[in-house]
């Protein structure tokens, strides 16, 4: 079983929808957690990031951690063409190593 | 947040021959990490490479096929060595400030023909 678990897609939606994409992890030692957008030919970006549990506004994303279900989402409202890239989960118990989920790859259709 | 330049962004090489990968940072930074993102996966860490010392690696890498060299605190290189198909991947270095503080370079994308 992989620490971290996330659909690959790929997902395709009609501009202005909402965006939901998750990823599942098994250590429970995991206390940061990250989201990163990876456009075509580019590095990852952090997008968002959160302390255990809980919720996390910026713009039109929000980022949900619920720990007791060990279960992260990255919710993106009003979603544009810009948004399409592919998006990956990122956890870590503090000073271990950035554990990534496989990467979710997403189209917003104008 | 840090800027790395990485290079070559990307190359096409023959089996049997050795690419070195370079990653230059703005700013001193005391770790930087090697990932590797094959096609349609996640990025899986290759190596921890400190200034001064030995770099670390994941287990299912080593350094005979991996060395890497860290000379100061702005720099390091990774060689993919004896390459084979199987190492057609993009190569990423990233460094870190603090617990979110990760940042990652264009990439290195590697064909192996």
């Known amino acids: 079983q992989k620490e971290v678990e996330q659909d690959p897609g790929p997902l395709s939606v009609p501009e202005g929808a909402i965006v939901s994409l998750n990823c599942t992890y098994s250590n429970s030692a995991f206390q940061y957690f990250m989201w990163y957008r990876q456009y075509s030919r580019k590095g990852p970006e952090l997008l968002m990031y959160t302390y255990s549990s809980g919720n996390k506004e910026d713009g039109r994303f929000t980022a949900q951690v619920d720990k007791s279900s060990k279960y992260i989402s990255l919710f993106i409202r009003d979603s544009q063409p810009s948004d399409s890239a592919t998006y990956l989960c990122a956890m870590s118990g503090g000073a271990q190593k950035l554990v990534f989920g496989q990467g979710t790859r997403l189209t917003i259709n104008p | 947040s840090a800027v790395i330049s990485q290079k070559p962004s990307r190359d096409i090489c023959q089996r049997g021959t050795s690419l070195t990968i370079q990653c230059q940072v703005d700013?001193?930074?005391?770790?930087m990490f090697w990932y590797r993102q094959q096609p349609g996966q996640s990025l899986t860490l290759i190596a921890t490479?400190?200034?001064?010392?030995?770099?670390?690696?994941e287990s299912g890498f080593v350094i005979d096929k991996f060395p890497i060299s860290r000379p100061n605190l702005t720099f390091s290189t990774l060689t993919v060595s004896n390459m084979s198909p199987e190492d057609s991947s993009i190569y990423l270095c990233s460094v870190r400030r603090g617990p979110y503080g990760y940042t990652f370079g264009s990439g290195t994308r590697l064909t192996v023909v």
């Open positions: 490479a400190n200034q001064g010392s030995e770099a670390t690696y």
């Open positions: 700013s001193q930074v005391t770790m």
